[in-house]
């Protein structure tokens, strides 16, 4: 039979599990149970760790873009600190995504405690380099000390914060390069629009069929496609995953902040987990059928124009400017033109003027004006790295595209969007002729 010592609290001995040889007559609060005691007295809430400045602002601001800036939910607006053995784990979560990061740690007292994120986040930037001290004094105290600076900031208890929704990705888990994730997102999240009706729009299609690694955005006008080689086993099993465009711009941030040679994942239920190197990222999935796009990506065009990126990419950029604070701000709509082996772009508002600027070009095919969303060419080739793309045009009503010059056995790409079938720019509208008879409009919707 042991006793416990009467010298110590109820405060000092919760949550304390005590495995013995025999039953134990409990004191207190105790209660009798074979080879296990847990005393549940009052809980004691302490806490004390020393971390690195620099580690530990990175990653508080990392974490914080899983936090929702107006949440109904308040303790949602904190982060959860939990001081384990030579490290500290810190999670952010919103209920439908939540952020894990674990850096390295002196911890003297293991603990948890919540802590208001932005004040957190601004406290931390403030303070000078070296190690900074965090200690839960008395609940809901905490102190914040480094060199001569010190902050006392009032948390929560860490039982009224959210059981965070972090699976642990096991054997199973799918590999995948780095840099083929961090392509497959670049060349496709800048379509995902912010707010839509149809849930599969909020969202990039990650797939792989066989040895075809591909990735999808789309709305209700334009299309990104990406896709490359299966680096993984064979053996690896099909799958297809709609991630939502929030998860899709943390991992960009994480996999900015660090160099990782692969990136792991899984699903566990509704969720899908990432995991890069001492982060890991989780969120619920889209439930909804991401719609048959592969039918919109075209083939051929008899009208190609081949140009290098950077010169047309720059060209548009300068004559969208005078769109700028119009109505047609979103939307410039710009004329295409060859003229000569060049490309001219032009723009016209009535209220503002005309912008007009000529890029090189080989001409493939029989050309015809076109009228395009000046925007949507901006996005496009700020995200590709392609020293020379190719605009496929079959007529102004039909789907248009972007495309790689030339083959690649590794990835491609292809953008596709619809023309302006008519330009519509303040008023002024102008017919556009082409050569050839055309079609009836396409719908870019399942």
């Given at each position: 039979m042991a006793d416990l010592p009467s010298c110590l609290s109820d405060r000092d001995w919760s949550d304390l599990i005590f495995r013995v040889e025999t039953a134990y007559d409990g004191v207190g609060r105790g209660h009798r149970m074979e080879g296990a005691f847990r005393y549940s007295g009052r809980p004691r809430k302490t806490m004390k760790v020393a971390v690195e400045k620099e580690p530990l602002f990175t990653e508080l601001r990392l974490i914080q873009g899983a936090i929702e800036k107006?949440?109904?939910?308040?303790?949602?607006?904190?982060?959860?600190?939990?001081?384990?053995?030579?490290?500290?784990r810190l999670t952010a979560s919103d209920m439908e995504l939540s952020y894990q990061s674990i850096i390295p740690a002196q911890v003297a007292a293991r603990g948890r405690i919540a802590l208001p994120a932005k004040v957190l986040v601004d406290v931390v930037r403030t303070l000078p380099e070296g190690l900074i001290t965090i200690e839960l004094v008395e609940l809901p105290?905490?102190?914040?000390?480094?060199?001569?600076s010190s902050f006392e900031l009032l948390g929560l208890s860490?039982?009224?914060?959210?059981?965070?929704?972090?699976?642990?990705l096991g054997d199973t888990a799918y590999v995948l390069p780095t840099w083929v994730l961090r392509r497959a997102i670049d060349y496709t999240d800048f379509v995902i629009p912010k707010h839509t009706l149809r849930e599969a729009f909020l969202g990039m299609l990650l797939e792989k069929r066989g040895e075809v690694l591909s990735a999808a955005a789309m709305d209700i006008y334009r299309l990104a496609y990406y896709e490359s080689r299966w680096e993984g086993s064979s053996a690896v099993p099909d799958f297809s995953l709609l991630i939502h465009r929030k998860a899709l711009a943390e991992l960009k941030s994480a996999l900015a902040a660090d160099a990782f040679e692969t990136v792991r994942f899984g699903v566990s239920g509704h969720l899908i987990t990432f995991e890069l190197g001492h982060r890991r990222i989780s969120i619920r999935m889209i439930d909804d059928t991401f719609p048959e796009y592969r039918s919109f990506i075209p083939e051929s065009a008899p009208y190609r124009i081949q140009t290098p990126r950077l010169p047309l990419l720059e060209a548009f950029r300068r004559v969208v400017l005078l769109a700028k604070g119009t109505p047609v701000a979103s939307a410039p709509s710009v004329r295409i033109e060859p003229k000569d082996g060049s490309l001219e772009l032009r723009f016209q508002h009535p209220a503002v003027g005309t912008a007009r600027d000529v890029v090189e070009a080989t001409i493939h095919g029989s050309p015809f004006p076109v009228y395009v969303n000046g925007e949507f060419?901006?996005?496009f080739l700020s995200a590709v790295q392609d020293e020379e793309v190719e605009l496929w045009f079959k007529s102004t009503r039909e789907p248009a595209a972007v495309r790689p010059v030339g083959a690649n056995t590794m990835e491609t790409y292809c953008y596709v969007y619809m023309p302006i079938a008519e330009a519509e720019t303040a008023g002024v509208t102008e017919e556009v002729?082409?050569?050839?008879?055309?079609?009836?409009?396409?719908?870019m919707e399942d």
């Open positions: 107006k949440s109904a939910i308040p303790t949602l607006s904190y982060f959860l600190m939990e001081a384990e053995e030579n490290r500290l105290r905490v102190l914040l000390e480094a060199g001569r860490p039982d009224d914060y959210p059981i965070p929704q972090v699976p642990a060419l901006v996005e002729r082409v050569p050839e008879e055309e079609e009836d409009d396409v719908a």
